[in-house]
């Protein structure tokens, strides 16, 4: 069974920073691209960040030289780096595994909150 866990969420306040983690399981992982997105309330879900098998990454604008995703084969996780935190960057972090685009599993999420 395919299981994808997030940890790291939690409260921080303004320009604060957290790391995301996310460790999959039951997947062949080194053929995954790996994504996070977010949702806020009252909000669609949006793509944060990607990277790709390659490594190659991609971040929404908003999160530009601010987060930083990244994956560690060995452990089967992607990480995501938050750094200079801002209350907009509220929402329920998600994780994401695509292969072939038609295969794509996820996680349950794991809650950001920027407050001070």
């Known amino acids: 069974q395919v299981r994808l866990v997030e940890s790291g969420g939690g409260l921080v306040q303004p320009g604060g920073s957290l790391r995301l983690s996310c460790v999959a399981s039951?997947?062949?992982?080194?053929?995954?691209?790996l994504a996070w997105y977010r949702q806020a309330p009252q909000k669609e879900r949006e793509l944060v960040a990607r990277?790709?098998?390659?490594?190659?990454?991609n971040y929404v604008d908003s999160v530009k030289g601010r987060f930083s995703i990244s994956r560690d084969n060995a452990k089967n996780t992607v990480y995501l780096q938050m750094n200079s935190l801002r209350p907009e960057d509220t929402a329920v972090y998600s994780c994401?595994?695509?292969?072939?685009?038609?295969?794509?599993?996820w996680g349950l999420g794991t809650q950001v909150t920027v407050s001070s």
């Open positions: 994401n595994a695509r292969r072939l685009v038609l295969t794509s599993y």
């Open positions: 039951g997947i062949g992982f080194n053929l995954y691209e």
């Open positions: 990277i790709a098998t390659s490594g190659t990454t």
